[in-house]
Each structure stands twice: as structure tokens, then as C-alpha cells.
């Protein structure tokens, strides 16, 4: 049996990096030029084309990340439980994910409602005008949080991959190792 996760590291780690730039681009790019869209009542509409067209992409990244977070989780269950640090890494990681995931159907979700009917005329895809309607309005204001919020949650979901690779050190995982068993010991 061979001891290396290449494959699920590489499926966990380009599905994080996949999500989390998307997030971002999305929030940057979409929607901030969605408000340069001449025809204000095109404009919502023209955001939610550009993340229609990622949202397969997306889709793709998350599954990728959670298969490969599965695998990495299995592989290593022995250091999540006996290791100090890495399993409150896990379970940091795992809330963030679901969270995360969460944040991403929701607004999918807002997003679909902002580009109903016919067109209403906004001020940018996460910014109403003054005759938006005020369920589309409401809708873009929560957007106006949630694409900011998704960026931070993936990219705090990287970083803690990058601490995870940090306690896989030889160093790491034998002061982890002691740390827990002085933890057992005292208790």
C-alpha cells in the first residue's frame, strides 16, 4: 500500500484554490463589471449569465474538494485523533467547509432572484437603484455581504490546508504526539 495522497491532496487542494479564487474573481470581476453595463436593466442579468457560466466550474472545485478532503481525512485519521493541533484543525476546517458550502447555495440562490422577470434596472449586481423592486433590493444586499463572505471563508479553508501540511513535519507530529500524551497522562 503505498504511503502518498497525491491524487486526493491535488483533487483537495486545486478544488480549495478553484473555489476560492472563483469567489473572488466573481466578486471583483462579475459583478464589478456588471455595473458597467450600459442598460441598467441588463445588468443584473448580465452577472448572473457570467456566474451561470462558472457555476459547473464551481461545482466541480467543491466536489473535487470534498472527495479529496475524504480521502486526506481516511488517510490520516490515525494523526487527527493522536496528534495535538490536528484535530481541532480538522474540525475548524470542516465547519468552515460546511459553512462555506453553505454561503455558495445561498447565493446561488440570491442570485437567481436578482435576475428574474424581464429585468429590473440596478445599479450594479450587488447594488440596487432607487426603482428596484424591493425583493430584488434586498436580495443585492445580502449579495453585497455574501460575495465578500465566500472569499474568506475558501481562503481561510487554504490556509488551514497550509497549517496541515506544517504539522506534517516530523518535528510537528512528535511534539503533537508528545502533546497529546501528556494530555491522556494528566487527565
Known amino acids: 500500500m503505498s504511503s502518498r495522497n497525491t491524487v486526493v491532496r491535488s483533487l483537495h487542494d486545486l478544488g480549495a484554490a478553484a473555489w476560492f479564487g472563483g469567489s ?3 466578486a471583483v470581476g462579475v459583478n464589478g463589471a456588471a455595473a458597467s453595463v450600459r442598460d441598467p436593466q441588463d445588468r443584473a442579468r448580465v452577472a448572473a449569465v457570467g456566474w451561470g ?4 466550474v464551481s461545482f466541480a472545485a ?14 490520516n485519521r490515525g494523526r487527527a485523533k493522536h496528534q495535538s493541533g490536528v484535530t ?3 474540525v475548524t476546517k470542516i465547519i468552515l467547509t460546511g459553512a462555506a ?3 455558495t447555495a445561498y447565493s446561488g ?5 436578482t435576475a428574474q422577470g424581464d429585468g429590473h434596472s440596478v445599479a450594479g449586481a450587488t447594488e440596487p437603484s432607487p426603482s428596484t423592486p424591493g425583493d430584488v433590493a434586498t436580495a443585492q444586499q445580502q449579495l453585497k ?6 472569499p474568506m471563508l475558501t481562503g481561510a479553508i487554504v490556509v488551514l490546508g497550509a497549517q496541515q501540511g506544517e504539522q506534517q513535519r516530523p518535528s510537528q507530529i512528535l511534539t503533537g504526539l508528545g502533546a497529546k500524551l501528556v494530555n491522556r497522562t494528566s487527565d
Do not use: D, E, S, V
Not at 467543491?62 to 488517510?75: S, V
Not at 440562490?109 to 432572484?113: E, F, P, R, V
Not at 455581504?145 to 465566500?150: D, K, M, R
Open 53 to 56: 457560466k462558472w457555476a459547473p
Open 88 to 90: 481541532a484543525n480538522t
Open 24 to 26: 473572488l474573481m466573481g
Open 145 to 150: 455581504y455574501l460575495q465578500w463572505i465566500l
Open 62 to 75: 467543491m466536489g473535487a474538494h470534498l472527495i479529496g478532503g475524504a480521502g486526506i481525512l481516511r488517510a
Open 109 to 113: 440562490i440570491l442570485g437567481a432572484k
Open 101 to 103: 458550502l453553505g454561503a
